[in-house]
């Protein structure tokens, strides 16, 4: 059985809606035709570790918030002031297998400087329209939107390119943005930012070297 001590940076976690953007989430999942069971797992939102279980601290996450990313401190059942429990049979976590040491650290820095990000109703319309095949390159330059790089980039492989970090990301851009932007290519045929739930936990299902823990399962 893994325990919450086995959480470690840059795992991605997926899970169901939580807090005030519930009704935003659930309104562009409806628009896109999103959503993922794995059993009686319903996945609906994607976040990732960005300090893990070991240590006297609670393991943190950054999370997609329509307001802007957020951190979040998480636990295992205990009701704490400011904890989520996220450690239940509601939830699951991946640990992405490394192109090279550290990518993991580094994927959690960059989710960690993805704090503030938004997103809008307009990102899940976009998302739906170029599902439905309205694959423009007007669209998709609207989509993969970048600011200005962050410094904590500039470790990046030299391989991987300048792109800066996103404008807008909902949960599951976020969490596959803070891997693309180490180089690690997770989904394949797929336009820059386009990127669901669904579409990503079914990806990590079927990566090779992905391990994925259970909370609650055995």
Avoid at 53 to 64: C, H, M, S
Avoid at 206 to 214: E, L, N, Q, R, V
Wanted: glycine share 12%; aromatic share 8%.
């Amino acid at each position: 059985m893994s325990s919450l001590s086995d959480l470690t940076p840059g795992m991605i976690g997926f899970g169901p809606i939580r807090g005030s953007a519930g009704l935003l989430v659930s309104a562009g999942q409806l628009l896109l035709g999103e959503g993922f069971r794995v059993g009686d797992l319903d996945i609906r939102h994607v976040f990732v570790v960005v300090r893990g279980g070991e240590g006297p601290a609670w393991p943190q996450v950054v999370e997609a918030e329509p307001g802007g990313a957020q951190l979040r401190s998480i636990a295992d059942g205990r009701l704490l002031v400011d904890v989520d429990n996220r450690w239940t049979d509601q939830y699951a976590y991946v640990r992405l297998p490394e192109d090279y040491p550290g990518q993991a650290t580094d994927a959690a820095a960059i989710a960690r400087a993805m704090i503030g990000t938004p997103y809008s109703f307009a990102s899940y319309a976009a998302l739906a329209a170029w599902r439905m095949g309205m694959k423009t390159p007007r669209l998709e330059a609207w989509i993969n939107r970048r600011k200005g790089t962050s410094p904590i980039l500039a470790n990046r492989p030299s391989h991987v390119g300048s792109a800066g970090l996103p404008r807008e990301a909902i949960c599951s851009v976020l969490a596959d943005q803070a891997w693309s932007l180490t180089g690690k290519k997770i989904m394949e045929g797929v336009a820059h930012q386009c990127v669901t739930p669904g579409a990503l936990a079914g990806r990590l299902l079927a990566m090779d070297g992905a391990h994925w823990m259970w909370p609650g399962r055995g």
